[in-house]
């Protein structure tokens, strides 16, 4: 029986902590980093099994290769930055698509049952890669002068409000932009596991006596929540590397 004296084991924060599969020198090593290297190797090999002998009358995962290369190029950098700024930026918004969407995906595999997302430190530190592109670009493209007008959204035609939206948009440029940006993947993330664990623990639950009607509705809703997720994690790497897209276009544009 659970603490809340029904026996219905609720879901909570628990469901994100995982025991160390091994240790070394302090450095614990659990299930969730397992499955950000798997992620890592799965992309990576992919890709290399896709181009490392690319052939003019491409194999079938060649083509599966080309069109997954091609719907981020074309579908997302190109329509935001422009096939000749954004032709450079394509190797890393593909693999921040890829990588994500398999870290995403990891929630609906059986016995991984778990996406990688949902715990915030991995969608900040690609958000912090995005930010770091944008500061470094911003720099060189417009110099210190130019990048300050960038961060701030000088505009002498604002008048007696221009401090005021100056101090606004240095905060949010530089430091709620990247906050935002990986909160916007991690609470999906989240907020899907624990409604999938929710719904997959009371199916179960629900198994006893003339309860086996809501058992039965339980697990319907189950494998409608499981389709629903696996459209909002292609929809999140996608919004991911699109919203990076849109960084990069700030740092690229000519400042008026």
């Known amino acids: 029986m659970s603490d809340n004296g029904c026996g219905f084991p609720a879901p909570g924060l628990e469901s994100f902590l995982f025991k160390p599969i091994f240790t070394v020198g302090g450095f614990e090593f659990n299930k969730v980093i397992l499955l950000a290297v798997i992620s890592t190797v799965v992309v990576v090999g992919f890709f290399w099994a896709a181009f490392g002998n690319a052939k003019v009358v491409p194999g079938k995962l060649q083509m599966i290769g080309e069109a997954g290369y091609d719907f981020v190029r074309r579908g997302i950098v190109y329509e935001t930055l422009g096939k000749r700024e954004g032709e450079k930026y394509v190797p890393l918004m593909v693999s ?49 002068v130019g990048f300050f007008k960038n961060v701030t959204g000088y505009d002498k035609s604002l008048g007696a409000v221009l401090p005021l939206v100056m101090v606004i948009e240095f905060f949010s440029n530089l430091l709620v932009r990247p906050f935002t940006h990986a909160v916007r993947l991690f609470a999906n993330m989240f907020a899907g596991h624990l409604m999938l664990a929710m719904f997959t623990v009371a199916s179960w ?6 309860l086996v009607v809501g058992a039965g509705v339980s697990f319907v809703m189950t494998a409608a929540l499981i389709v629903f997720e696996m459209f909002i994690q292609a929809v999140q790497a996608y919004v991911f590397v699109l919203l990076a897209c849109s960084y990069i276009q700030g740092a690229l544009a000519e400042h008026h």
Do not use: C, D
């Not at 609906?108 to 958000?127: C, E, H, T």
């Not at 639950?205 to 003339?210: D, M």
């Open 96 to 144: 921040l698509f890829f990588f994500i969407w398999i870290m995403n995906l990891w929630e609906v595999i059986p016995l991984a049952q778990f996406p990688v997302s949902s715990i915030i430190a991995y969608p900040m530190v690609l958000a912090v890669i995005v930010w770091l592109t944008w500061v470094i670009l911003t720099f060189k493209r417009h110099g210190f």
């Open 205 to 210: 639950y629900l198994l006893n006596g003339w």
